[in-house]
């Protein structure tokens, strides 16, 4: 056979890198096409590493600093700031129309409180309007009722209840000047002069209390609450669907079940502190009367208003009685009547308040603290009532923001960011070996 009938010897096929797609003959034919000279593909080592689709680029130190352990940090700071402005703009917006906000929080709570009353009435044959109206002219007696109570009692006998504690004061601060402790008098001063400026201010007298029943602001506050009370009470339901009109699906079930958490546990709450405001008004009274003490109504009323504000009201109301006990029947009577105050105070908390409101509704005294405070400095005396409920919701809103079914990550399990992270430093990684395997490996002839 010569050379010529010799058939070509077959061109070596060009070995697949590792890792790679296999790179295409040049006499080899393109499917479905004639053939070509074809340039050789580029070696792709790493296709996992490849960019998506639509991508830009991005240098990896670039995304490396957003999406590592500081990056994360800073994105969730900024959030929180962005949040924090929004909600303090928001709060300086109401606290302008306080005339406005505080009576419609005040239906609000009392709406909630009665909801029960409503409930009942209308599976026992009431019409809407009629259980409205009944549970409407029942609340606003009541709660006049006892205002007016509170209002008379108080005004009556203030004179003689700031004179009494500020002659205990008195008593109190000599003790404390002949003892050997070792307190400064300037401090002592203070205090006795903010206290007697408290109880003998202008604010805080009858005169006050009459000016308030007669105030335009607060007849205009009133007639807007019982307004307010009264859709509250009869569309109650149909106004919290018209708010969710704009949600759907999934996010439509967490506000229905918002919705419902937070009508219980702010009714619960509120009927809860009014019975266990009852029981320590009582308690303390009965003490005051049987020791005698004078004044026993006024305080008891002071005690059954402080108790709607946690901690600090009990604590207030305790002190006074104590110092016009100290006046009026001297140490002894007083060192009772704080006993008195401190086994109500250890019944209401071990036991009254566990079983009224269960331990669903308890906070941390701090949170309690804080509420309190900011309360106190947006919206007065109201704003304090106010705050613990209202901080009583926010939790109970947390709580059931995610539904029943759906189970809280274990501790151990790191967070997106963290997954993120580790899947980035995983794929360079791998980017990393596959590029050694492809230097390493010879070609061959």
Known sequence: MSDSERPAPEAAAVPPPVGGTPVPDETTPASGGPTTSAAPAEVDLA???????????????????????????????????????????LVIGLVQVKLVVLPVLI???????????????????FSAMLATWTTLIAGVVIFGGVITLIVFAVRNEWDELSSSAVQGIDQVQGWLQSGSLPIDQQQLDSIRDTAVGFLTSSSFSSGALTGISVAADIVTGAVLAIVVLFYLLKDGDR?????????????????????????????????????????????????????????????????FIGAFIPIVGATVAGILA???????????????????????NQLEGNFLQPVVQGRSLKLHPLV?????TAGTILGGILGAVLSVPIAAVAWSIVKAWNPPDEAAPAFAEPSLPEKAELQEAAAEKALKKARKRGRATPSRP
Do not use: C, M
Request: proline content about 5%; aromatic content about 6%; charged content about 10%.
């Open 107 to 125: 239906a609000i709570v009392v709406a909630a409180a009665f909801a029960p009353v409503i409930g009942w009435l209308r599976r026992h044959g």
């Open 47 to 89: 296709p996992e590493a490849t960019l998506r689709p639509h991508s830009t680029y991005e240098h990896p130190s670039l995304r490396r600093l957003w999406t590592g352990r500081l990056g994360v940090v800073a994105t969730r700071s900024l959030q929180v700031l962005l949040v924090l402005a929004v909600v303090s703009v």
């Open 322 to 344: 104590a110092l016009v006990a100290l006046v009026a029947n001297g140490p002894v009577a007083a060192l009772i009547v704080v006993a008195v105050v401190i086994a109500v």
């Open 239 to 303: 106004i919290w669907r018209f708010l969710l009109r704009p949600f759907h699906g999934r996010n439509l079930d967490r506000g229905h079940r918002i919705g419902g958490v937070a009508l219980k546990s702010l009714g619960g709450y509120v009927r809860g502190t009014a019975l266990i405001a009852f029981v320590d008004a009582a308690g303390i009274g009965i003490g005051l009367l049987v020791l005698q003490v004078p004044l026993a109504l006024p305080l008891a009323v002071i005690v």
């Open 368 to 372: 309690i603290l804080l509420a309190l």
